[in-house]
Every structure is written in structure tokens, then in C-alpha cells.
């Protein structure tokens, strides 16, 4: 057969076995891609969890050196929960970002990608093919966006006419021929919705993000936070929604076809102190399955005391104190501190100056510290 031929017969496996969107692209180097991760990484932007070797972000034959073709994938996923349990005086509750909703996208993807692969080669048993998602080498929206998945939106997300944002995305290299798509023209015209609501200012300009100042980034790293993001991170645990949810083009889109992804939603909306004594296990057993635990347990319960101070939930100060004074992580003991000294009260003085005799570590010495006079500066104050 020729390639149209095999082209059309991809784009109906990928149809049958429930890939929303296909595209097809050149394996030619992504070169106007190069020189804007140049300047991301000159202007200080990178999140450290990308690719280091911009080469091997941006030239596909590093990863198959045979490639000729691109095949991107796209599969939508649900941006609205059936009746999500509400926080209540006492039982405050977190949030999972909607990629983390349901079985983790990764494996998900693979599986369609694998199907996809194995259907290609019962076609052509010669074909060279890498597929990944995510964590491979090359751009996945770089590559959707040229093989007219979406265009790249001002958010820096794929956003196409059928589906919004609400897609993950994944792309198969192959040394096959394929005949290429058209990008999507971009569809986002004078809007800039997401970019005035950026909780921290990430979005620097259209298409640029700072991503060491974007919440879905901050809410995965491990330390210390600065002040400054704790305070806007509000009772997000894992990942930020903010700038798809406002932008016009996902209005009224939910998507509920794929049930892997269906959330459960006292995992994705779950009481904050329950994650607080829960044991690596217990997490793993939990959560496990979903994207938003690949981290672990830490920056979720870190995130979760953030969260109890953002409520101001007295309820949590005991079990806030015991980890102040007994949690053998830093970071935990510090940030309980610090959501202590935000809730307030004498029952927290006295435990943060208990807790300041007795700490060791420089930096949970210093949060105490902050803690105390942040309590003690309205009573001094005239």
C-alpha cells in the first residue's frame, strides 16, 4: 500500500481503539522550537524537570535516527466531577488537579500507543518505531502543534476546536513516511484571560511561562516554599487548573468517555488531615495509580499543611503540633510552624516556643521564629 493508504488505516485504528485526535508530522529538527528553549533556559524559566539536552529535545533523529515521521496522539479527559464533596468547619478538603484525575495518563497513553505500534507492524513488520508520553525526549505540544492537533495557546497548553485543553498528549516516531498534516492555525485572538489570572504571574507573556513560579510546578517539588507562593497556593495538593478553567475554549467541555480517567472523588477532592498520618503504603495503596503521586507522599502532605493554614483550621492544630514536634522531615516540622503561627492562638505560642528550644534544623528554627513574632506582633503592636 502507499503512504496515504497507511496513513488512512492509522487514523482508523487509532479511531477504533479510542484515540481522539491523530496527527502526522515530519521528523524534520523543530528549529524555531530550539532557539525559544534556548532563551527559556537563558531567562531562567526552566523547572529542572525537563530534558537537559535541548538537542535531543528538538531533533527527532537523535531518538530514532532512521525518522522520517511524527504520529501525535491526543485523548481527552473529564474537567468536571459528578457531586464533589464540599469542605465542612473541621473537615476541609484538598484538590487534585484534573490531570491527575482517574488512572495515571502515562500508563493510559502507553497502552493506546502499544496498540497503535503493534497495529503498524502488522502492516509494515519492517517499520522502525519509539513511541513516549511525557517524559520522553521530544516536545509533546511542540510536536502536536505541528501536526495539527491544536494550536499552542497563549497558556502555552494545546488547545483544539473539539476537545479544548483538556487532552494529554503522546507521539509515535516512526521511519516510515507518512504524508504530514497543517498545524492549526492559532485560535486565541486578543484573549488574554489566562494570563490576567495567573495566581503567581507565571505566564510571563503570551506563550511563555515561568516555570519555576508556576503552581503546577511548585506543588510538585519537595523543600521549603517561599512565603509567597504558600500564600497563593490556596488548597491545591497536587497541580493548577487556573488558566484552562477560565479560558472560553474549554467552556462547557466534559469529557467522559474514556473511564479510566472518571475520578473518585474523595481521592481527587480528599480530606486534608487524613493525608497528614497516612504512611508511605497507605499513600502508595491509595493514590498509587494516579499521576499526581509520582513525587510521593511529601510534597501532598507539605501541600496539605499549606492547605489547613490557607482554611485556618483550628481543628488541625493538634495534629499539627505533633508533627511539629515529632515528624523527623524538616520540611514538615517547618511547615507546620508556619500553619500554626497562620491559624493562631495561645495554645500555638506555647508550642512554638516549646518547639523552638528543641529544634535543631536551621531552617524549621527559622520558621518558628517567623511564626512567633507573625503571633506576637498584633499584641505588641498600638
Known amino acids: 500500500m502507499n503512504a496515504m493508504e497507511l496513513k488512512q488505516k492509522l487514523i482508523e485504528k487509532a479511531n477504533e481503539i479510542?484515540?481522539?485526535?491523530?496527527?502526522?508530522?515530519?521528523?524534520?529538527?523543530?528549529?524555531?522550537?530550539k532557539q525559544k528553549l534556548v532563551q527559556h533556559r537563558e531567562s531562567g524559566y526552566?523547572?529542572?524537570?525537563?530534558?537537559?539536552?535541548?538537542?535531543?529535545?528538538?531533533?527527532?533523529?537523535?531518538?530514532?535516527?532512521?525518522a522520517q515521521s511524527i504520529i501525535a496522539i491526543a485523548i481527552a479527559y473529564p474537567s468536571k466531577m459528578s457531586n464533589p464533596p464540599r469542605s465542612e468547619l473541621g473537615a476541609y478538603r484538598g484538590i487534585f488537579a484534573r490531570a491527575s484525575w482517574g488512572q495515571d495518563y502515562h500508563d493510559v497513553l502507553r497502552d493506546k500507543l502499544a496498540q497503535l505500534e503493534a497495529y503498524l507492524l502488522e502492516l509494515v513488520p519492517t517499520a522502525r518505531i519509539q513511541s513516549m508520553v511525557d517524559t520522553g525526549a521530544l516536545s509533546d505540544r511542540a510536536v502536536a502543534e505541528r501536526a495539527g492537533i491544536g494550536w499552542s495557546a497563549k497558556n502555552t497548553s494545546i488547545l483544539t476546536e473539539e476537545f479544548?485543553?483538556?487532552?494529554?498528549?503522546?507521539?509515535?516516531?516512526?521511519?516510515?513516511?507518512?504524508?504530514?498534516?497543517?498545524?492549526?492555525?492559532?485560535?486565541?485572538?486578543?484573549?488574554?484571560?489566562?494570563?490576567?489570572?495567573c495566581p503567581t504571574g507565571a505566564l510571563v507573556e503570551p506563550g511563555q511561562l515561568d516555570s519555576t513560579k508556576c503552581i503546577a510546578f511548585l506543588t510538585q517539588t519537595k523543600g521549603f516554599m517561599d512565603e509567597f507562593y504558600r500564600e497563593k497556593i490556596g488548597n491545591r495538593l497536587y497541580g493548577c487548573?487556573?488558566?484552562?478553567t477560565v479560558c472560553p475554549k474549554n467552556r462547557k467541555r466534559n469529557f467522559t468517555h474514556h473511564a479510566e480517567f472518571e475520578p473518585d472523588p474523595e481521592l481527587v477532592k480528599p480530606l486534608l488531615q487524613p493525608l497528614l498520618t497516612m504512611s508511605n503504603r497507605e499513600f502508595k495503596e491509595k493514590y498509587g495509580y494516579m499521576s499526581g503521586s509520582w513525587r510521593g507522599k511529601k510534597p501532598i502532605q507539605r501541600n496539605a499543611i499549606i492547605a489547613l493554614a490557607h482554611f485556618k483550621d483550628q481543628s488541625a492544630i493538634p495534629l499539627l503540633k505533633n508533627l511539629l514536634g515529632q515528624d523527623p522531615r524538616p520540611v514538615i516540622r517547618g511547615m507546620s510552624a508556619w500553619a500554626l503561627s497562620k491559624i493562631g492562638g495561645a495554645e500555638v505560642e506555647e508550642a512554638l516556643n516549646q518547639a523552638f528550644h528543641e529544634e535543631q534544623d536551621k531552617e524549621?528554627?527559622?520558621?518558628i521564629s517567623f511564626g512567633l513574632e507573625r503571633i506576637q506582633k498584633p499584641a505588641t503592636s498600638t
Open 18 to 33: 479510542g484515540i481522539d485526535k491523530i496527527g502526522f508530522t515530519t521528523a524534520d529538527p523543530f528549529v524555531e522550537l
Open 46 to 66: 526552566e523547572s529542572g524537570f525537563e530534558e537537559q539536552d535541548l538537542n535531543l529535545r528538538t531533533i527527532p533523529t537523535l531518538t530514532l535516527p532512521e
Open 164 to 197: 479544548g485543553s483538556w487532552i494529554y498528549l503522546g507521539e509515535m516516531i516512526t521511519d516510515l513516511y507518512l504524508p504530514p498534516d497543517e498545524p492549526v492555525l492559532d485560535g486565541c485572538g486578543d484573549c488574554t484571560l489566562c494570563l490576567d489570572v
Open 241 to 244: 487548573d487556573t488558566c484552562q
Open 364 to 367: 524549621v528554627l527559622r520558621e
